[in-house]
């Protein structure tokens, strides 16, 4: 990957301080996760769906839209894929097929939920 960098040995969008170092492990591990879109960006910084005049909650609903429909798409696809090689090869058509596309299905639909629910909180003893 290329990173931009400002002439020092430090990418450009590296918060210094005011000896010209960067202000602290914090700040720089933030700023590293932003871009690798590991982290939220900060509060009024909507540079990411700016280009596409998308609001950061419309582009944030858009993303949640586009992962579910990939989760249960590509589900279903190897799900059928597997099914239609094992009907071939055993010569069971079309048994394998529809077994695996409802298999395929309900993988899609663990996946979304999986997705969507909240997260569990770790037990604390």
Do not use: C, Y
């Not at 690798?36 to 993303?63: F, M, V, W, Y």
């Not at 992962?67 to 590509?74: D, Y």
């Not at 589900?75 to 298999?103: C, N, S």
């Amino acid at each position: 990957m290329s990173e931009e960098r400002d002439g020092t040995d430090r990418p450009r969008d590296v918060p210094t301080g005011t000896a010209g170092r960067a202000t602290s492990f914090e700040d720089r591990l933030s700023a590293a996760r932003r871009r690798q879109g590991l982290e939220a960006p900060r509060h009024g910084d909507d540079s990411a769906n700016a280009g596409i005049g998308l609001s950061a909650s419309q582009g944030s609903a858009l993303g949640m839209g586009m992962r579910v429909g990939i989760e249960l798409v590509s589900a279903l696809a190897v799900a059928v894929a597997i099914g239609w090689f094992l009907d071939e090869w055993l010569g069971t058509r079309p048994f394998l097929l529809m077994l695996f596309f409802v298999l395929g299905g309900a993988a899609g639909v663990a996946n979304v939920w999986r997705l969507v629910s909240p997260p569990k909180r770790p037990e604390r003893n």
